[in-house]
């Protein structure tokens, strides 16, 4: 069975700092591209980034330079770190991941709530 359980999230002022967790079971981890995708409250999905099997990363234009995300494929986990917190960050964070091949994202973590507030 196929398990995303993202953690870290919480509550940070503008300017701080957060990182997020989310470890996998279930498929061969270290073959897969991951992903973080986030809602922000009333909004749609919007990709954040993503890492490939070769460590390859990618960013949404609005997080680049701020975000830097990681994979360590002997703990099964993907790692979000987040510097240089924006209210508008504020979101549930997901992990995802496509195993079906169709360009769509077929499993999602529970999901974990950033929140940035001064």
């Known amino acids: 069975e196929v398990q995303l359980v993202e953690s870290g999230g919480g509550s940070v002022q503008p300017g701080g700092s957060l990182g997020l967790s989310c470890a996998a079971s279930?498929?061969?981890?270290?073959?897969?591209?991951m992903n973080w995708v986030r809602q922000a409250p009333g909004k749609g999905l919007e990709w954040v980034s993503t890492i490939n099997s070769d460590g390859g990363t990618d960013y949404a234009y609005s997080v680049k330079g701020r975000f830097t995300i990681s994979r360590d494929n002997a703990k099964n986990t993907v790692y979000l770190q987040m510097n240089s917190l924006k209210p508008e960050d504020t979101a549930v964070y997901y992990c995802a991941i496509d195993l079906s091949g169709k360009s769509s994202y077929d499993y999602w973590g529970q999901g974990t709530q950033v929140t940035v507030s001064s």
């Open positions: 279930g498929f061969a981890f270290s073959t897969v591209t």
